[in-house]
C-alpha cells in the first residue's frame, strides 16, 4: 500500500488597513512589511528545516507538496533559497508539487474559468521557477465536487485530484482507495482525516509517536493512504521542540519495517492502481469543519464578501485590475471573517479602492 504525505504551503498576502481610495497598481493594496516579516518567521520555522530534512533523509521521505503562488511570490521576493532547495528535491523525485489556484482563493465558488485561469497561472509559475508543469491538483482545503473533477480533467488536462474523504461521500467506502470522478476520467485521491487529525491535534500534545503511528497506517485495508495538512503544522503550528522534524524524520524507518508500506508521490499512486469504483461529489466536500463549505458561507459577513466578490469581477479584469480582485478572493480572508468583523472591514475598504479604481479607469477609458 502506498503512504502519501501532502503538504499544503501557503501564506497570504496581507491587506493593508487602511488601502488608497485608488488604486496605482494592485499590491497598493498590501502590508507589504507585515508580509516580510511572517513570511521571515515562518520560513526560518517551518520552510526551511522542513526542507532540509527531506533533503537529508536517508529513508526515502518523499511529499507532495502544494506551494501557493502567493508563497511562491515571497520565496522569489525574500527566500531565493527556499526555491533552490525545492527545485533541486523535485528535480531528485523528493517532492512532486501539487498545482491549485495561484492565489489560494476561493475561485471554485465564484465561476469555474476563475478556477481554470487561477491554476494555469499556477502551473505557468511553477513551471517557470521549478521547470516542471504539474499534473495533480488540488483547491484550497481539498474543496471538491464533481464539477471541479471535470473542470480539472477537461480544461486543465490534470489527471490527479487530492480531495477530502468525507464520510458523507464515501458512505460504507474507505478513502484508501484510489476512486473515478463520474463525469471524467479524473482519478481521486482521498484524505483520511482521522490519520491527518491525529497529528494535527495530537503530535504537539505527545500522543503520536512515528512508530506506534506507523502500526496503525500498517493495519489499514486499501491501495492508498492519504495524511494531508498544512505544511506550517510542521514546525510553525507545532514547534520544533515538541517533536514536530522528530516524526517526520522517524516516520519513514518506522513504515519501511512493513513490507506493504511503500513512500510514494500522488502520481505515482494513481498510476499504480485502477480505481475501485466512481465516487459522486454533488455536494462541495473539504477539510473544514463540518467537511462542507459552512466554515466559508456560514455567516452573514461571508455572504456578503461572497456577493461583493460576484459583483466586482468582470469590472476587475476588464479594467486590468484582476490581481486586485484575485488578492480579495483569498480563502483566508473570507475564512477567517466568519468569526471577525476586523477582517470583513479591512476585505470591505479594500474593495471599495478596488470599485473607485474600476469607475475612475471606466472614465477614463471613454474620455
Known amino acids: 500500500m502506498d503512504f502519501i504525505l501532502y503538504l499544503e504551503a501557503h501564506q497570504p498576502r496581507r491587506l493593508r488597513g487602511i488601502p488608497p481610495l485608488k ?17 521571515e518567521k515562518v520560513a526560518e520555522r517551518c520552510y526551511r528545516p522542513l526542507l532540509k530534512l527531506v533533503e537529508a533523509s536517508e529513508d526515502g521521505l518523499k511529499l507532495a507538496l502544494k506551494v501557493s503562488g502567493t508563497l511562491l511570490e515571497q520565496m522569489e521576493a525574500w527566500g531565493s533559497d527556499l526555491l533552490e532547495s525545492l527545485k533541486s528535491l523535485v528535480s531528485a523525485g523528493r517532492v512532486e508539487l501539487v498545482a491549485g489556484p495561484y492565489y489560494h482563493s476561493i475561485a471554485s465558488l465564484i465561476a469555474p474559468e476563475e478556477l481554470v485561469e487561477q491554476t494555469r497561472m499556477h502551473v505557468d509559475l511553477i513551471d517557470e521557477l521549478m521547470g516542471v508543469r504539474p499534473k495533480v491538483f488540488s483547491n484550497p482545503f481539498l474543496i471538491y465536487d464533481d464539477r471541479v473533477g471535470q473542470l480539472v480533467s477537461e480544461e486543465l ?21 484510489v476512486y473515478k470522478s463520474p463525469a471524467s476520467e479524473t482519478r481521486l485521491l482521498l484524505r483520511d482525516y482521522r490519520l ?10 505527545g500522543y503520536v509517536r512515528a512508530d506506534s503511528y506507523a502500526t496503525r497506517v500498517s493495519r489499514i485495508e486499501g491501495q492508498v493512504v492519504v495524511v494531508g495538512l498544512p505544511a506550517e503544522t510542521f514546525g510553525e503550528f507545532i514547534p520544533a521542540e515538541a517533536g514536530a522534524f522528530e516524526f517526520l524524520k522517524w516516520l519513514p524507518r518506522e513504515l519501511s519495517k512493513y513490507p506493504r508500506e511503500r513512500l ?13 469504483d466512481e465516487l459522486a461529489v454533488s455536494q462541495p466536500v473539504s477539510w473544514l469543519e463540518g467537511k462542507d463549505l459552512s466554515a ?4 452573514p459577513l461571508q455572504v456578503a464578501a461572497l456577493e461583493i466578490l460576484r459583483e466586482l469581477r468582470v469590472k476587475a479584469l476588464s479594467s486590468g485590475l484582476a490581481r486586485a480582485w484575485r488578492l480579495l ?3 483566508d480572508l473570507l475564512y477567517s471573517m466568519r468569526a471577525s468583523m476586523g477582517v470583513f472591514l479591512k476585505f470591505e475598504r479594500a474593495a471599495c479602492s478596488l470599485r473607485s479604481s474600476i469607475a475612475a479607469r471606466s472614465l477614463t477609458s471613454k474620455a
Not at 488604486?23 to 513570511?39: I, K, M, N, Q, T
Not at 510514494?264 to 475501485?276: G, L, M, N, R, W
Open 329 to 331: 478572493s483569498q480563502a
Open 296 to 299: 466559508l458561507t456560514g455567516s
Open 157 to 177: 488536462g490534470m489527471s490527479v485530484v487530492i480531495a477530502e474523504g468525507s464520510p458523507r461521500v464515501l458512505g460504507w467506502r474507505a478513502p484508501s482507495y
Open 264 to 276: 510514494s508521490t500522488p502520481s505515482e499512486a494513481a498510476s499504480k492502481y485502477e480505481p475501485v
Open 196 to 205: 491527518s487529525d491525529e497529528v494535527s491535534f495530537g503530535l504537539g500534545r
Open 23 to 39: 488604486l496605482g497598481e494592485a499590491d497598493d493594496l498590501l502590508d507589504v512589511e507585515l508580509d516580510r516579516s511572517l513570511f
